[in-house]
């Protein structure tokens, strides 16, 4: 069965310092990966995704992921927080072709100034 | 712009009485989602529809319900027979053209029973 795991449900990060997070993955076959970010209160906006080809995927608000099928791994990078990535972050998986995405439990992310 | 309408926001909710929530969308997507979040669980499938008049059951179907009579609405109904309904609940959409297979997410709607 398909699965996502997030290690972290809570890290603190203080502003200006680089950030991990980490995603795995069950999945038998060439997954479709995703990362969203919800604020508090709102919908999920998509930062990044991988569905084939360059296993290090460019996003929105200078995020970048990396697939590693080897430790079937899709963990999120930015190089330097800003307060405003305080947030929750979702990875996700999705069969090739259904839209349906099996979530994390989600790593809520804080910024210390 | 296109996107996806959550109603109502926040709703209230007694004990034993049914409540519908809204998801209207407007970028002409196929298959719709209702998806419900609880704290330190990550989001959870209930139904979703790849086309109208026909819907499937996610994980946690049971106590609720759904219709998809028009392409753009994708309500769905918490019955008094849901146990625990109080949750943020998120509706998204998904287009089946070239580069898709992203899902694009309303607002969400905060079902609280008291």
């Known amino acids: 069965a398909q699965s996502v795991t997030q290690p972290d449900i809570h890290i603190t990060v203080s502003e200006g310092a680089s950030l991990e997070l980490r995603c795995n993955y069950s999945?038998?076959?060439?997954?479709?990966l995703f990362w969203y970010v919800q604020s508090p209160g709102q919908g999920l906006q998509l930062l990044l995704k991988y569905f084939s080809g360059d296993t290090l995927v460019q996003g929105i608000k200078g995020f970048e992921a990396e697939f590693k099928r080897s430790q079937s791994s899709f963990n999120l990078r930015k190089p330097s927080v800003h307060w405003s990535d305080a947030a929750e972050y979702f990875c996700a998986v999705a069969a090739s072709n259904t839209g349906k995405l099996i979530f994390g439990q989600g790593t809520t992310l804080q910024v210390k100034p | 712009d296109g996107g996806i309408t959550q109603s109502p926001k926040y709703l209230f909710r007694k004990e034993g009485q049914n409540v519908t929530l809204s998801c209207e969308q407007n970028l002409n997507h196929d298959a719709m989602y209702w998806y419900r979040q609880d704290p330190g669980q990550g989001l959870r499938l209930i139904y979703y529809?790849?086309?109208?008049?026909?819907?499937q059951k996610g994980d946690i179907a049971e106590g609720y319900s759904v219709s998809r009579e028009k392409k753009e609405s994708f309500p769905l109904t918490v019955t008094s027979a849901q146990k625990n309904p109080t949750a943020f609940y998120l509706c998204?959409?998904?287009?089946?053209?070239?580069?898709?297979?992203?899902?694009?997410f309303g607002a969400g709607s905060r079902l609280t029973v008291l």
């Open positions: 998204a959409s998904i287009s089946r053209g070239a580069g898709a297979n992203v899902l694009t």
């Open positions: 529809s790849q086309i109208v008049n026909d819907f």
């Open positions: 999945y038998g076959a060439t997954p479709y």
